[in-house]
């Protein structure tokens, strides 16, 4: 079985995109009792908005994993409960070891004496990601109406209600009073548009440069005419802003998650050139085998090193700091290194090392988009007469066969 690998550089590109926005995007403040607060850099310095489109990859997220679904789905020899079950345990199972990991870290910081403001913001960062399970669970549940759905009516068919809903729900935000309630249902109507672009993909329909190319036109079109609309330019929540694109989802998140995934499907040559070197093709296989510990793991690690540096009594820039202006950009940027690393330790704790093909090849557990492989062929001109061009298909593994065909008459 082989990879699709554009597909494993989008995912790649996606889970790289939400921890270094997120950590970019989130200041932890010391204050004088030695407790941390929130603030965003990007209440001082709205210039940077438009890097959140690069950062905000959540639709690319959906895409591959609507990708990675159905063509799991198709390949699952077996009941659909069964493939169901096994697909949930991939993302809930990590869930519970955060949970259960962060609730012992919790229960040791307040023995320690921690403070309040710190814990709060230590429990919301390590929470809050935790949304993305409900819409994802429930699309991975139903991914296979999904796929009839879209084969039967076609991927622009599909989303059009969901997009409807989500232009409703907007409409709603903007004419009703300040600080009523709205049904979070755009939380699966947004995030379900780059799913089925993502089932549609592994069905075939979106193949080719003409596809890409409508799918990349139609997202930066919508995205120009909402900006003209007066949606805000950051595609995440900024602090004291009166209407949030992420917090719920609206129509310009939608736009950004199209413009995004046909971005990505142009880039598909250059893609797979590129994981065609060894380092990045390592690098991409990694992050895409631990891509749900990465997400989750990634806030409560940069808690843990904020909370731990603040111990020494030292106000260090770019974690203690105000994010007040460009000198806390750069060096939150000289901190990433260390982030990164510490969570790559955390990631790879009591993970097995991956299992490996007797014959050199890839990892052994197959991933969601996984394709057959070309069958390998046997080749007589190796011990026969060079104008022969017979090729006789045999199994690797057995070697009489091998034998057989040598011998047998041309």
């Not at 790649?12 to 270094?20: F, P, R, T």
């Not at 005419?225 to 129509?251: Q, T």
């Not at 998650?257 to 990505?264: K, N, R």
């Not at 001109?381 to 045999?394: F, K, N």
């Amino acid at each position: 079985m082989s990879r699709d690998r554009a597909v494993d550089a989008l995912r790649a590109y996606a889970i790289g995109g939400v921890v270094l926005g997120h950590w970019l995007v989130t200041g932890l403040v010391l204050t004088g009792d030695g407790g941390l607060h929130q603030a965003s850099p990007l209440t001082a310095l709205p210039g940077l908005a438009p890097l959140t489109w690069a950062l905000q990859t959540l639709g690319l997220f959906f895409f591959t994993a609507g990708f990675g679904s159905t063509r799991s789905l198709a390949h699952h020899r077996g009941g659909a409960g069964g493939w169901l079950a096994r697909r949930l345990r991939r993302l809930l199972l990590p869930t519970v070891a955060l949970l259960g990991v962060g609730a012992a870290v919790l229960l040791a910081a307040t023995v320690a004496g921690t403070s309040d403001d710190t814990l709060t913001v230590a429990l919301r960062l390590a929470i809050s990601p935790l949304w993305f399970l409900v819409p994802l669970v429930f699309l991975v549940a139903v991914t296979s109406p999904l796929r009839a759905a879209v084969r039967r009516w076609g991927v622009a068919r599909c989303v059009a209600p969901a997009v409807a809903a989500v232009a409703a729900v907007d409409l709603a935000v903007r004419l009703l009073p300040a600080g009523t309630e709205v049904p979070p249902v755009t939380v699966l109507a947004a995030w379900a548009v780059p799913y089925l672009l993502g089932v549609a993909h592994a069905d075939g329909q979106l193949d080719g440069r003409r596809a890409a190319g409508m799918v990349a036109g139609g997202g930066a079109v919508a995205l120009g005419a909402l900006l003209a609309l007066g949606y805000p330019v950051s595609a995440v929540g900024v602090p004291g802003a009166g209407v949030s694109n992420l917090n719920p989802p609206s129509l310009l998140a939608v736009a950004l998650a199209v413009t995004q995934v046909g971005l990505g499907l142009l880039a598909r040559p250059a893609l797979e050139r590129l994981l065609d070197r060894p380092l990045p093709g390592r690098a991409a296989t990694e992050v895409n085998r631990q891509a749900v510990r990465i997400y989750l793991w990634h806030q409560p690690v940069l808690v843990a090193v904020t909370a731990l540096t603040a111990r020494s009594g030292l106000t260090l820039p770019g974690l203690h700091t105000v994010p007040d202006g460009p000198g806390w950009v750069l060096a939150r940027l000289c901190w990433l290194p260390l982030l990164a690393a510490v969570l790559v330790t955390v990631v790879r704790t009591g993970q097995p090392r991956a299992r490996r093909h007797p014959g050199g090849g890839g990892v052994a557990g197959r991933s969601a988009e996984c394709v057959r492989a070309t069958p390998r062929v046997y080749d007589h001109r190796r011990s026969g007469p060079p104008d022969l061009q017979e090729v006789i298909a045999v199994r690797d593994s057995d070697p009489p066969s091998r034998g057989r065909a040598d011998g047998q008459p041309r």
